[in-house]
């Protein structure tokens, strides 16, 4: 079974801090993990993915992401936040299926605000 | 084209009402797939189409009827549905093995 976890609901950094979302997953076999943002009444927009190669993933708007095998971690990072960062962020990794399709499995969100 | 389109963005309908969401793609995408958001909430996966046939139905009420006419649209008919079934609806498409693009979504109200 395939699960992930985001232990924060709510992450508060100051603009121009580095900020830092938390993943960790469960699966069977080899993960293929992604990060989403979602902005209010807004569908999901797509930041990057993890699925085999460098442990540094780099992603859209200059977020980034460290794939960790041993602490089964797959957290969201960027140098330096701006306001307009201010949104949801899901982690999710995908079990595909028979067909080719990719099913994805969502974390329960991580609601970060950048502080002006 | 890298959009998914979703029509309409906002629904109101009674619990006696018929509607359909529509969703279109022009990635060339083979997977496409229904998602329900409650607020604040992760969306949680209803249905998957891979190459125009169901091959996922996540115990969806009968009420929600799916319906792929061809690759690049992807239908959810509504009947009878309850108050609870007020949410975000989300489609999404991908290429096997890759990320999902999601559309903005319907807003869905049920009286």
């Known amino acids: 079974a395939q699960s992930v976890a985001q232990p924060e609901d709510q992450v508060n950094v100051a603009e121009g801090n580095p900020l830092t979302v938390k993943c960790t997953y469960s699966?069977?076999?080899?993960?293929?993990l992604f990060w989403y943002v979602q902005y209010p009444n807004r569908g999901l927009q797509f930041l990057l993915k993890?699925?085999?190669?460098?442990?540094l993933v780099k992603g859209s708007y200059g977020f980034e992401a460290e794939f960790n095998k041993s602490q089964t971690s797959f957290h969201l990072k960027k140098p330096s936040a701006l306001v307009s960062d201010s949104a949801l962020y899901f982690c999710a990794v995908s079990q595909r299926d028979q067909t080719g399709a990719n099913n994805l499995f969502f974390g329960t969100g991580t609601r970060l605000t950048v502080i002006p | 084209d890298t959009e998914v389109t979703q029509t309409p963005k906002h629904l109101v309908m009674g619990m006696t009402n018929k509607k359909s969401l529509k969703c279109e793609q022009h990635m060339g995408h083979r997977a496409m797939y229904w998602y329900k958001q409650k607020a604040k909430k992760p969306p949680e996966l209803m249905f998957v189409y891979s190459y125009e046939k169901l091959s996922i139905n996540e115990s969806v009420p009968s009420r929600f009827s799916p319906e792929c006419p061809n690759s690049s649209l992807l239908n959810l008919h509504l009947h009878a549905l309850q108050p609870e079934d007020s949410a975000l609806y989300l489609c999404a498409s991908s290429q096997a093995g890759n990320e999902q693009f999601f559309g903005p979504g319907t807003r869905l109200t049920v009286l």
């Open positions: 993890y699925i085999t190669g460098d442990n």
């Open positions: 699966v069977s076999g080899n993960p293929y």
